[in-house]
């Protein structure tokens, strides 16, 4: 996070000793991101937080390609991802390449019994359906339909859901998730022009700390491995906290968007990026208003990108047919457009209630069995008169 963040007590010194009322010292642990150069934060433990008493086999969660090699446009119907209780279950990833994951996930039930750890991903949900608390060792956060939760990789949490009925879209990316470029000043601080500012951030606000001695699974995913470490005391002892390390939540809702005279293209939508790969959010907004408008997108191939879209609410203006929760895949290499009807279909159209979000890749996006069950086989022809 390109901002200082607080949290409970610290001692006014870093590296300095911080002593327990009832005698002792807390413990110290610097959490940072790429090697000590990128975003850290000082937490103090009630406990040394390297206590591990036990590790179970390890699970290979690596995707499998079931298609590879492709140029076919895809439809997936999202929401035929079968609910599943528990949250890891529950994940199902449907897209992947060397730079993210993409899965969709629809748990039924709270995390109770383990902690989790995505040890080399930062993790993007995007809440579509579902409300509860993201809790976190470094505090928790509320969350509710239309949040982008950003979890940097290594924050250990338990999702907390006050609903049985969510589904999330989840990105996993291999590099740190980061506001655009273009919307930061040299210190970080978002400019005028971006679509959003700090304050649209909500931070961890409330710090549990847990003084508890047991055993405490902290399910920890390394290299599309997940492995079952067991701890002494629990993961959420933290007395406080500072620094620029820490998850943070954003709604959709809170993305102001950018329109013009003329048809903008999608990096005005652009909310996060990561290497080799965007996130953007398509949110209600006046369309065009130049006499001769033609809102729907012109024809396009950016024939290096792969462009994802997940499809959350309202109609979406240039295809005939999509419901909550369906996926298109336009693969990088041939072009895409509006389909037959929907560009005459905008003109003098004023606005539009569409509600989307839209993962572009640079590299090609495999597709895994899960994806392909849930695919429409026809959908590739579906611009043909
Ligand atoms: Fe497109």
């Not at 000082?42 to 499998?64: C, G, N, S």
């Not at 590299?363 to 959908?379: E, G, H």
Request: with cysteine; net charge negative; hydrophobic share 35%.
């Amino acid at each position: 996070m390109p901002f200082y963040h607080k949290l409970g007590k610290i001692p006014p010194k870093r590296h300095t000793q911080f002593e327990k009322p009832e005698g002792g010292l807390y413990y110290e642990q610097l959490f940072g991101t790429e090697g000590f150069h990128g975003f850290a934060s000082l937490l103090y433990h009630v406990h040394r937080p390297t206590q591990v008493k036990d590790i179970a086999a390890p699970i290979d969660l690596t995707p499998i390609a079931a298609l590879d090699k492709h140029v076919k446009a895809q439809m997936l119907r999202g929401f035929d991802v079968k609910p599943v209780a528990d949250f890891l279950d529950s994940r199902t990833i449907v897209l992947f390449n060397n730079d993210v994951n993409i899965a969709l996930a629809a748990p039924q039930k709270s995390m109770t019994s383990y902690f989790y750890k995505n040890a080399d991903a930062d993790e993007v949900l995007f809440v579509h359906k579902g409300k509860g608390v993201l809790k976190t060792l470094v505090g928790n956060i509320p969350f509710s339909y239309g949040d982008y939760l950003v979890i940097p990789r290594g924050i250990i949490y338990q999702m907390e859901f006050e609903t049985e009925d969510n589904r999330l879209l989840i990105v996993e990316s291999f590099s740190p998730v980061l506001t655009p470029r273009n919307y930061r000043n040299n210190f970080g601080q978002l400019l005028e022009h971006s679509p959003f500012c700090e304050r649209d951030y909500r931070a961890p606000s409330e710090l549990e700390t847990h003084d508890e001695i047991g055993d405490f699974i902290v399910k920890t995913k390394k290299q599309n491995v997940l492995h079952e470490i067991t701890y002494a005391t629990h993961p959420f002892d933290v007395v406080g906290w500072d620094g620029y390390n820490f998850p943070y939540a954003m709604s959709i809702h809170d993305f102001e968007p950018i329109t013009g005279r003329i048809h903008l293209p999608p990096p005005i939508h652009q909310n996060f990026e990561g290497h080799n790969f965007v996130i953007c959010s398509f949110v209600p907004r006046l369309y065009d208003y130049h006499p001769k408008a033609i809102p729907a997108p012109y024809n396009h191939s950016n024939i290096d990108s792969d462009e994802m879209l997940y499809y959350v609410d309202g109609d979406f203006m240039s295809r005939n047919h999509v419901e909550k929760g369906y996926i298109s895949l336009h693969p990088a290499g041939v072009v895409h457009g509006p389909h037959p009807g929907a560009m005459e279909r905008s003109i003098g159209k004023k606005e539009t209630g569409e509600l989307a979000v839209m993962v572009d890749t640079f590299k090609p996006l495999k597709l895994t069995q899960a994806a392909l069950d849930i695919s429409d086989p026809d959908y590739f022809k579906s611009w043909v008169e």
